[in-house]
């Protein structure tokens, strides 16, 4: 009987390690990334064994406690946790694959977008206003990018999006890579950065101070920029 459950808890683990979860603690909504280990009923309650990877560690949830979950691999979304079991004891009734799957292809098409979503993302987060406005020339700018990605769904990017969340060095560290860039490609990307900063109708200092640094590193690296767009 152990090693039946210890088969089970390997193979929802496999199907479903790579999920996005909101759990509700203290009326409050805390979102995680999670794998989904078990799943069982109790007195007409269904209760789940999720392993959550900034804590590395796993706890033990009554389903009314998951607000809804996202499977990020198969980009499919769940209002509450009732519609999730279905599928789950589905996928663990089809047998899995011995280890889990790589990521996804669709992740694998925006690596080459990282250090300009890196900075993207970073200009974004100056300001906390107008983020769904931030969130939208973001997604464009993805979509405009990668031609594959006008398929991806908003959520789908928005997931892409919350796991980004440079720090300064992570943004320095990506503007170097931006040397890689022809003169035409570098102005396009400044005016993304410049669109993103204006959803508000201004660009206050700290955003203009970053601008700069951005603009003067492509200048330093022989790229002829016009002085209007800072």
Known sequence: MRDEKDKLMNQATDKFFNMYVNLVKNGKIYGENAAIRNIWEKDKTFFFDVYLYRLKKSFIFEASYIHNLFDVSREKGYNDAASFVKDFFAAVGQGTPKQPPLQTSKDNLLD????????????????KGSQVLKNKIIFDYIKKSVPEAKSFSDLYLRKILSDIRPEPVDFYRAVTSLKRKTPIEAECFLKEIVKVCQTDGFLNYTERM?????????????????????
């Open 112 to 127: 080459a977008l990282r250090a300009d979503l890196t900075i993207l993302q970073f200009m974004s987060r100056l300001d």
């Open 210 to 230: 970053y601008l700069a640094d951005v603009a003067q590193f492509l200048r330093q690296e022989g790229l002829k920029l016009p002085e209007k767009l800072l």
